[in-house]
């Protein structure tokens, strides 16, 4: 993997729908109005990329765990679709949602995967290494493209400081 420092975790989701609408303009120009697909309780910040980048969000509905539903999400998946996003954990309920399933999914259909892990990546692998039963959600996960962790939550840096990580 490799990446980069950010200013944030905004910046950090800013620049992944950022690199998804370069990529499609490279490999996929025919896709003229690009989309991402994404749950209803992802970050407030990819509506801020979308605006920024000319992507429209196609927002997922959730099922009764607060969770993506992978019917809802698999759904609204198209020919202009750039990227798919899921949390780990999210935002507003802080469950994560079924990365492995998700994973699978973008894999199948050639598409990006971003995880937002700005709460759970400075967690996440602790409760791992304390023996806590943690689904998988990071790079060991095929299909899995990107993920952007907050340092500044739990990671003991000061605020504005998040990295966006890149499978390859």
């Known amino acids: 993997a ?29 896709i003229r109005r690009p989309n991402i697909v994404l749950p209803r309780s992802a970050h407030p910040a990819f509506d801020k990329a979308g605006e920024y980048f000319g992507v429209a969000l196609k927002h997922a509905a959730l099922d009764d765990e607060m969770r993506v539903d992978m019917k809802s999400l698999k759904k609204l998946v198209d020919r202009n679709t750039v990227m798919v996003v899921a949390s780990a954990p999210q935002y507003p309920h802080g469950v994560m949602d079924p990365i492995e399933q998700v994973g699978a999914f973008a894999q199948k259909k050639k598409l990006l995967f971003h995880v937002d892990a700005c709460v759970g990546g400075m967690v996440l692998p602790f409760l791992e290494k304390l023996g806590q039963p943690v689904p998988a959600w990071d790079f060991r996960v095929p299909g899995v493209t990107t993920i952007s962790a907050d340092l500044h939550k739990y990671g003991y840096t000061a605020k504005g400081a998040s990295v966006i990580m890149h499978r390859n």
Request: with cysteine; net charge positive.
């Open 2 to 30: 490799c990446g980069t420092m950010t200013s944030g975790g905004t910046e950090s989701l800013l620049l992944a729908v950022k690199m998804a609408r370069d990529h499609a303009r490279k490999k996929k120009p025919w």
